[in-house]
């Protein structure tokens, strides 16, 4: 069994900044592509940045050049960066991950974390 327990949200002012990490445990072998989603009240789950195990990494256009995504293997915790918070990116953050074990890889989902940005 995998759990996956993200931290760093909170309330911020716009312009500010939070780093979000999301810590793996359990029966790991080796972890695939990380991402982070967000859901915004009344709207649907969206794919925010994804990190695959070489380190290359994608984002959500509305994110680009503000939230950077990073991984430490070692330690099986990724990390959302956010800069320049606008009050568009209130949501609950989720972290997903790809995790394997010996015989099998499935996708695990944290609980979320509550980000929310005033203006």
């Known amino acids: 069994q995998v759990q996956l327990l993200e931290s760093g949200g909170g309330l911020v002012q716009t312009g500010g900044s939070l780093r979000l990490s999301c810590a793996a445990s359990?029966?790991?072998?080796?972890?695939?592509?990380m991402a982070w989603y967000r859901q915004a009240p009344g709207k649907q789950r969206e794919l925010v940045a994804t990190?695959?195990?070489?380190?290359?990494?994608n984002y959500a256009d509305s994110v680009k050049g503000r939230f950077t995504i990073s991984r430490d293997n070692a330690k099986n915790t990724m990390y959302l960066q956010m800069n320049s918070l606008k009050p568009g990116d209130t949501a609950v953050y989720y972290c997903?991950?790809?995790?394997?074990?010996?015989?099998?890889?499935?996708?695990?989902w944290g609980r979320g974390t509550q980000v929310t940005v005033s203006s």
């Open positions: 359990g029966n790991i072998f080796r972890i695939n592509t």
């Open positions: 990190i695959t195990n070489g380190g290359t990494t």
């Open positions: 997903n991950q790809d995790v394997c074990n010996l015989r099998t890889c499935n996708i695990y």
